[in-house]
Structures are given as structure tokens and as C-alpha cells.
Nanobody, 121 residues
Framework: QVQLVESGGGLVQAGGSLRLSCVASGRTFSRNPMGWFRQGPGKEREFVAAITPSGITTSFADSVKGRFTISRDNAKNTVYLQMSSLKPEDTAVYYC??????????????WGQGTQVTVSS
């Protein structure tokens, strides 16, 4: 079982930056692929970014490529989402998620409660 707690959300002006953090409980974090997802107002939840257990391979949604980066610190059981050049359309609840299976594609098994990011124009 993995429990995930996100932090770092808030209100920021367009063009600004935020760094989200997600701390995981459990002894398997270093073996879990991790992802960030978001759900905007009136929208379905969508993939944002993911990272392999080693941190070597990452993947991003086209809408955030070049603006967001994902990283992890396995010693701290933490995954980060650095968001830059934020746009009003990035406004959403951001969720951290972990997979039991290999690779970063497929079903994510554990989810955090989410952290709100609001970007004002």
C-alpha cells in the first residue's frame, strides 16, 4: 500500500512558476513509476507527466512540454513537478499517482488527494 500527499499548490499569476511535491509512504517508492495528473474545472482528469523509478525516463503531455519538468528523490520518497510559464488553462487540481507495474504507461494504482493550482490572467 502506498499513500501519497501532495503540496505546493496555490494561486499564481500567468507566467509564474510553482513546484509541486508529493511525498509517498511505503517501502516500494524507489520501484514505483510516478505520475502527475490534473483535472480542470468541468474537464476530465488528464495526464501531465510521468517518471520511471530510476528517474532516467520522463514523459509529458504536449500541453506542458517545455514548461514543466518532473523529478524524484528516492531517498526522500518524493516526486516533484516544476511548473513554469504557467497559463490560465493550467488551472486544475493536480494529483500525484503511483503505479505498481513496470513502465510509466498504464493504470495508476494509488492516488493522492490533490492540490489546487490556480493561474490568474
Amino acid at each position: 500500500q502506498v499513500q501519497l500527499v501532495e503540496s505546493g499548490g496555490g494561486l499564481v499569476q500567468a507566467g509564474g512558476s510553482l513546484r509541486l511535491s508529493c511525498v509517498a509512504s511505503g517501502r516500494t517508492f524507489s520501484r514505483n513509476p510516478m505520475g502527475w495528473f490534473r483535472q480542470g474545472p468541468g474537464k476530465e482528469r488528464e495526464f501531465v507527466a510521468a517518471i520511471t523509478p530510476s528517474g532516467i525516463t520522463t514523459s509529458f503531455a504536449d500541453s506542458v512540454k517545455g514548461r514543466f519538468t518532473i523529478s524524484r528523490d528516492n531517498a526522500k520518497n518524493t516526486v516533484y513537478l516544476q511548473m513554469s510559464s504557467l497559463k490560465p488553462e493550467d488551472t486544475a487540481v493536480y494529483y500525484c499517482a503511483a503505479r505498481e507495474g513496470p513502465g510509466i504507461m498504464g493504470r495508476y494504482d494509488y492516488w493522492g488527494q490533490g492540490t489546487q493550482v490556480t493561474v490568474s490572467s
